[in-house]
């Protein structure tokens, strides 16, 4: 299966889920979570913090989230974190 990096209409296509990752957080700007403060890697280690640092009704608060979005996000959060390797992905980002 292939993966697709979601940011601002980037496009670039993956074999493994796990490139997808470190591609979004090493080529793409760091962000701000709009909750904390936090600057995280874009795309889903942003999401994911997001959802596991942070309540539900927090994220809605502070990124005007319908909860269809909510919803939607979580589904992805689940299906990556389903297949991706994070230690693979960590160790990736260490270099
Ligand atoms: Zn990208
Ligand atoms: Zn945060």
């Known amino acids: 299966m292939a993966w697709e990096c979601g940011i601002d209409g980037c496009g670039s296509v993956f074999e493994d889920v796990e490139s997808t990752v470190v591609h979004q957080a090493t080529d793409h ?13 874009d795309g889903y280690l942003a999401i994911r913090h997001a959802f596991t640092e942070h309540s539900r009704a927090e994220y809605v608060r502070a990124y005007g989230a ?22 693979t992905i960590a160790a990736e980002l260490k270099r």
Do not use: F, N
């Open 29 to 41: 700007k760091r962000r701000e979570c709009e909750v904390c403060g936090t600057v995280v890697p």
């Open 66 to 87: 319908s909860s269809e979005a909510v919803r939607e996000r979580e589904e992805l959060l689940e299906e990556i974190e389903s297949v991706a390797d994070m230690q």
